[in-house]
């Protein structure tokens, strides 16, 4: 099953190093479409003392109708909301997969956000106020987080004293390269046990952080869900981990853990089964469609022979209606007329 799936997986592969960073943005964003996620995200990585005063039995995703017309989506960013004291507060969730720094964040989320405000206030009934957004960056590349933070920090104020006219905000960096395995692994979190499985050393190490996580799956009461997050993990060892390891000396290795532990192997075995599923579906589904696509050509070639019989049924009233007009006699200006055709025809 592993040499089944590495293929499939080796056609995935970009061609370019720089091309990963689409698929990393996308995966990160499915993600963060989980509420279970977006909970772990920010009691454990954000981990602020008002994080307490979350709801998140109310969260909600946002659908981003702030975003003006003439400026193009990022696909990395998830925006969701939930009650804080009683209150709604908007929480703004940007994964950034990056090689480098970017010391523009701080104007990116400024735009954003502005764009969000703008359109908010629109709509806002009286004595009402816009909800806050509290901006989030997650940064999982191997290269030191150093861009900066703080908005002011970007900007040469000459004085103090004009502090006060200058846009002042700051975004939460959650940088993994400062988090240690370690602080990744005593948290009671998915999140924080998937995303420690990257900080491995060797295959040895993946393999024991992979059990770590595996155990966090087993907690899960509800099947649907041991199911959902299994299935992020494979996604994880697809998008993130084969950028890292040989994927087939990966799954030689964790497949010796099945070895070890019946309960990991079987456990591991049922990941992939639906890939595997989907993998049938898809062949079942190329066959269909040349099925269609032999029947369409069939149809066509029939079509073409009954067009061509007709072509030929006209050919002979032509050339036999053409021999009678000579016949009778009539020029072939007048018979070009009569049959509307060109002389040449």
Avoid: C
């Avoid at 702030?66 to 990022?74: G, L, W």
């Avoid at 969730?93 to 010391?103: A, G, L, R, W, Y």
């Amino acid at each position: 099953m592993a040499e089944s799936v590495s293929k499939e997986i080796e056609k995935k592969k970009p061609k370019q190093e720089e091309s990963l960073q689409n698929p990393l943005d996308k995966f990160f964003k499915r993600v963060f479409l989980n509420k279970k996620m977006v909970e772990e995200l920010m009691v454990y990585l954000v981990g602020k003392s008002w994080v307490k005063k979350l709801d998140f039995t109310t969260l909600e995703l946002v659908n981003k109708t702030y975003i003006k017309k003439n400026k193009k989506e990022r696909e990395n960013d998830v925006l969701w909301k939930l009650k804080y004291d009683g209150k709604d507060v908007q929480i703004h969730i940007i994964i950034e997969i990056q090689s480098s720094n970017d010391n523009r964040m701080p104007i990116r989320f400024l735009d954003y956000i502005a764009s969000f405000y703008e359109n908010s206030y629109q709509n806002l009934k009286k004595d009402e106020k816009i909800v806050p957004i509290i901006p989030v960056l997650l940064y999982i590349a191997s290269e030191k987080w150093n861009a900066k933070v703080k908005m002011q920090d970007l900007i040469d104020i000459p004085d103090k004293t004009l502090k006060k006219y200058i846009p002042h905000f700051e975004y939460i960096p959650i940088i993994m390269d400062k988090i240690s395995k370690k602080e990744l692994q005593k948290a009671d979190s998915y999140l924080t046990k998937l995303l420690s499985i990257n900080k491995s050393e060797d295959l040895n190490e993946l393999k024991y952080l992979m059990s770590q996580l595996l155990k966090t799956i087993f907690k899960f009461k509800d099947e649907a869900e041991r199911k959902k997050f299994r299935e992020i993990l494979v996604d994880y060892l697809e998008t993130v981990m084969t950028k890292k390891y040989d994927y087939d000396h990966m799954m030689e290795k964790l497949y010796e853990v099945g070895e070890e532990e019946d309960m990991f192997f079987m456990n591991l075995d049922h990941i992939f089964e639906k890939e595997e599923k989907e993998k049938e579906e898809l062949k079942r589904e190329i066959k269909k469609a040349e099925r269609e696509i032999e029947k369409e050509r069939e149809k066509a070639q029939k079509e073409i022979a009954t067009e061509k019989k007709e072509k030929m049924k006209i050919l002979s009233f032509l050339k036999n209606s053409i021999k009678t007009f000579f016949g009778l006699g009539l020029t072939k200006e007048d018979i070009s007329k009569n049959l509307n055709i060109s002389i040449e025809e």
